[in-house]
């Protein structure tokens, strides 16, 4: 059911599917007694359009999230995995077209490859299967080996998990997955503004990890309130923004994480394998 929701009430409550929604009310409106209600509406749906593909408000949503966790500590020493979440291959795309077809999120994989070079003997897992609510037989995890290999990772290194569909499912498959003993370290790769709550996830499956953000949308502090020329890319962030601070309220509100912004400090009773 949760998935079901997230799927349907949680799309149509991003920015742009909402505000198109609220004009398209609007031209309904005007049409009926209640026409001044209806130019209301289509006011408003503009007014906010372009405040979220103009404005900072994208920068300002991302920002805290991208902020919450810091760049990797290499001086730890090396990991004994990796794990890489799915998002960074359009499957159905590639199986369209034969190909590995990836999206905005390849920095995943790119840098998941490097510190397959750089920790020759760390574990690689991918774990992505299909998100969409009616999803076909392509995953991205059926994708995701290939890409590795021509990368320069050997296919005795991989852990493919197909099976997931958000990523409460992403930590809970790979924790089995993995297998992983006491004491040993995986490293945790995913977009920086998607990483407190795939941490809290991760935590909540009773899997520790070690946050390595990639893939940033917003730069230093500076960049916090600036406007956008190009409303496309704006209203991309905004969506972005929007979508995991929804989440992050939905899993909190449902008790899946244990805290409404998880951070780097860990509660100690979610740090112990199970």
Not at 4 to 10: A, D, F, V, W, Y
Not at 16 to 25: A, D, E, H, S
Not at 115 to 142: K, Q
Request: with cysteine; aromatic share 10%.
């Amino acid at each position: 059911m949760f998935f079901l929701l997230s799927k349907t009430i949680g799309i149509m409550l991003l920015p742009t599917n909402f505000l198109i929604g609220l004009g398209l009310v609007g031209v309904a409106l005007l049409a009926t007694r209640f026409a001044s209600a209806g130019r209301k509406l289509l006011i408003a749906s503009a007014v906010l359009f372009a405040i979220c593909g103009f404005s900072p408000l994208g920068y300002l949503l991302l920002y805290p999230l991208e902020q919450r966790f810091p760049p990797w500590n290499a001086a730890q020493g090396a990991p004994d995995g990796v794990i890489v979440l799915g998002g960074s291959i359009d499957a159905e795309l590639s199986a369209a077209h034969g190909v590995v077809v990836t999206s905005g999120a390849a920095d995943r994989i790119i840098a998941a490859a490097a510190l397959g070079h750089r920790y020759p003997r760390a574990r690689i897992m991918f774990t992505g299967g299909s998100p969409n609510l009616v999803s076909g037989d392509a995953r991205e995890a059926d994708y995701a080996a290939s890409l590795f290999e021509s990368l320069g990772i050997s296919g005795q290194r991989l852990i493919m998990e197909r099976g997931s569909r958000n990523t409460q499912e992403n930590a809970e498959f790979s924790r089995v997955m993995a297998g992983s003993r006491p004491g040993e370290r995986w490293l945790l790769v995913t977009s920086a503004f998607h990483m407190p709550r795939s941490v809290g996830l991760f935590r909540k499956a009773g899997f520790a990890v070690e946050a390595y953000p990639v893939d940033w949308r917003v730069g230093g502090p500076g960049d916090v309130f600036q406007f956008t020329s190009l409303s496309l890319y704006g209203l991309e962030r905004t969506n972005l923004g929007i979508r995991e601070w929804m989440g992050l309220i939905a899993y909190w509100a449902t008790g899946r994480i244990d805290d409404l912004l998880p951070g780097p400090a860990a509660k100690a009773k979610h740090l112990s394998h199970r």
